[in-house]
């Protein structure tokens, strides 16, 4: 390991800058790469380019380590070097498995990938299959969302760095946990943003984060071959086992062949070579199908996509929020849609955009287990004004009914870390940038995004407040309390009959027959029926078939009849039929 590279296809002269040594002179080669070979600079050297004339020494844009920050210096790092235990991982395939979404930061006091492995037990008793882990890669401050990296190669210094993260995803391994990481090509954050002063990665169009990345102008090949090679890495050297990739929908790419599809060959070709399954999912507001029909179709290839309205319906129907983008959801004929097409905007009318909106997917050919469902998640929790979660607004009742409803519907569920004890915890919008001038500018632009909404401005926490992150750190104490006990053990017993019952993971969308009436509604997953009675007051509901038994209830006082079934108020139950 001598040699340094780095893509500077403008610059007229590249310097290396190497701790305690004379700055060097590097060699251009062809396609804007320069070179040099430096003997003694192992892994653990310091080393920084400077651009031009200019002497500030800037780090890597493949830096894989940046034990100073996103403005020190880049060290080098040996894949190699770690010690793996998980050489007997077969992966985790996404049809079947449930995901567990979690921030590093909050999910323990810690907010360490370390600390991250001393709760894993936790989640192999709840009986989740696969972990996100919102975006790891480095960023300026000690804490945020994520979302404003600016290091691609490299894990996040204060989490714990890259050896952290291979310790995580081992130990994850090693309890029989897959582990997909949430990743953002979008754009750069605003803080450390070093790689577009090196070459094009920027376009001249914009996103709602800033600049979009230059995926189809000129210079826009090593670019996509930058991201390419990042998505590579993560699955590769770190042993991940999928990728979200954030808002696709934000790509400016006007090429014949779209970088999600060539992600997909890549992807596929590692895996093939692998062994394992590797997974892509994509976050689109789209409602676009192509994104997971096979290639082979004329589709994209990606293995799945966040479902919205999924989550819409459901939060709609339990909360009877109707603002912003719920407006067109909440009913139960709107559920119906949902569990038997994937979209409620399907090619229709949406209110909130103002235009139609969406496309079908094919219901017969397309399975449910391409698209990932939540109750919950960063997004529809930390962008409301207070991050406050369902569980502050929901009786428990409700909390089990759209858990029964989430975890038997044909599609990938996802929880939110804590969702299943019923945690009280917010999770708000936080960041840490050490600039005052960045620091006022999002404050200010977090008051007036909600002040737009109504939202009085002295309401909205100040993301930089240091008690605004501290509010939305997991309480894990809450679980000595018996309301959060029981709430679990719920949640343990669903995820365990869903794994039990093939029928409820069955993933054919034109097999979800779906009946609804006032305040009830009643899905068929085969040999399995799941009644919700959604009104303060108990029901009858009717019942196609004998009841053979009940396998799940979500409280006591359920009675079965001949020809249906009563449930108490605000409860669900699953029957053999």
Known sequence: MTGFTVWAPQARRVRLRLTGRPDREMTRESGGWWRSDVPGTGPGTDYAYLLDDDDQPLPDPRSAWQPAGVHG???????????????AWTGRALPGSVLYELHVGTFTPQGTFDSAIERLDHLVDLGVDMIELLPV???????NWGYDGVCWFAPHQPYGGPDGLKRLVDAAHTRGLGLILDVVYNHFGPSGAYAPLFGPYLAEQSNAWGRAVN???????????????SVLMWLRDYHVDGLRLDAVHAFVDSRATPLLEELAVEVETLAAGLGRPLSLIAESDLNDPRLVTPRAAGGLGLHAQWNDDAHHALHALLTGERQGYYA???SLECLADVLTGAFFHAGTWSSFRQRTHGRPIDRHRT??????????????????????????TLSPGLLRVGATLLLTAPFTPMLF????????????????????????????????????????????????????????????????????????????????????????????????????????VVVRRGRCLVAANLAGKPQRINLSGVVRSVLLATSTGVTVMRDGIELPAESAAIVEA
């Open 73 to 87: 210096p880049s060290r080098r790092y040996d894949h190699d070097a770690f010690a793996w235990t998980d050489r």
């Open 137 to 143: 890669n480095a960023f300026n401050g000690e804490h």
């Open 215 to 229: 995926l189809d102008g000129p210079g826009s090949d090593e670019v996509r071959r930058y991201i390419t090679d």
């Open 328 to 330: 067109d959801f909440g």
């Open 367 to 392: 399975p449910g287990h391409r698209f990932v469902a939540s109750l919950q998640n960063h997004d529809q929790i930390g962008n409301r004004a207070l991050g406050d979660r369902i569980s502050a």
């Open 417 to 520: 870390m804590g969702e299943e004890w019923g945690a009280r915890t917010p999770w708000q919008f936080f960041t840490s940038h050490p600039e005052p001038e960045l620091a006022a500018a999002v404050a200010t632009g977090r008051r007036r995004e909600f002040a737009a909404h109504g939202w009085p401005a002295t309401d909205v926490p100040d993301p930089q407040d240091p008690q605004t992150f501290a509010r939305s750190r997991l309480d894990w104490a809450e679980l000595d309390k018996p309301e959060h006990r029981e709430m679990l053990a719920f949640y343990r017993r669903l995820i365990a009959l869903r794994r039990r019952r093939p029928d409820l993971t069955d993933a054919r969308l034109d097999l979800v027959d779906v009946r609804y009436g006032d305040q009830f």
